[in-house]
């Protein structure tokens, strides 16, 4: 069975950094993109960050400049670093990935279970 697990999250002041991590495991052969999302309290699910399998990035406009995604494919893991945090990057972090998983070989869209990230004085 392939799963993420999210880790990282927390509280922390604003100004703050925090670094989420989001480890694939399972019976992978490949990995496509790779995202994160967040969902603050009363709001919709946003794509916060993703990245390709070749490293070309994307980001929400209110995060650029202050958050950077990266990934390990020998790890299959993800990374969002998140500096400058501000009180309204309040929410809960999905990761999400694209993936060809083995036996049987299928597409499969996997997500998180979430870690939250509270940014408050």
């Known amino acids: 069975q392939v799963q993420l697990v999210e880790s990282g999250g927390g509280l922390v002041q604003p100004g703050g950094s925090l670094r989420l991590s989001c480890a694939a495991s399972g019976s992978i052969f490949s990995i496509n993109a790779m995202d994160w999302y967040r969902q603050a309290p009363g709001k919709q699910r946003e794509l916060v960050a993703s990245?390709?399998?070749?490293?070309?990035?994307n980001y929400a406009d209110s995060v650029k400049g202050r958050f950077t995604i990266s990934r390990d494919n020998d790890k299959n893991t993800v990374y969002l670093q998140m500096n400058s945090l501000k009180p309204e990057d309040t929410a809960v972090y999905y990761c999400?990935?694209?993936?060809?998983?083995?036996?049987?070989?299928?597409?499969?869209?996997?997500w998180g279970q979430g870690t939250l990230v509270t940014v408050s004085s």
């Open positions: 990245i390709t399998s070749g490293g070309s990035t």
């Open positions: 999400n990935a694209g993936l060809v998983a083995t036996a049987p070989y299928r597409y499969l869209e996997v």
